[in-house]
Nanobody, 121 residues
């Protein structure tokens, strides 16, 4: 499985962005795709994940109600809609794939490159 994330940028607080994670690989449809983020000087943290086969989702408490993860299986793409952005959402966002429905980054086997999200106050 190969992943490529894009869609980051600079936005004012309260604004929105949509991140996209495009995947290739025959096993992708059986995967769980997660989004993680890492701010400078901080550990990588879980944001959201989705099981592609049935669409079940999980969110970090810090983003619940503001971020939405979805999938387009026909396009092998997972989207992360970021609404009501706050300066503390500023980080490099990564998408990753696992066979497990988990929030633990070390259980994700495949990682895309990061995309920078910067939220100004």
């Amino acid at each position: 499985v190969q992943l490529q994330a894009c869609g980051g940028g600079l936005v004012q607080a309260g604004g929105s962005l949509r991140l996209s994670c495009a995947a290739s690989g025959s096993a992708f449809s059986r995967s769980v795709v997660g989004w993680f983020r890492q701010a400078p000087g901080k550990e990588r943290e879980f944001v959201a994940c989705i099981r592609l086969s049935i669409g079940s989702t999980s969110y970090a408490d810090s983003v619940k109600g503001r971020f939405t993860i979805s999938r387009d299986n026909a396009k092998n793409t997972v989207l992360l809609q970021l609404n009501s952005l706050k300066p503390e959402d500023t980080a490099v966002y990564y998408c990753a794939a696992s066979t497990l429905f988990t929030t633990a980054p070390h259980l994700y086997n495949y990682w895309g490159q990061g995309t920078q999200v910067t939220v100004s106050s």
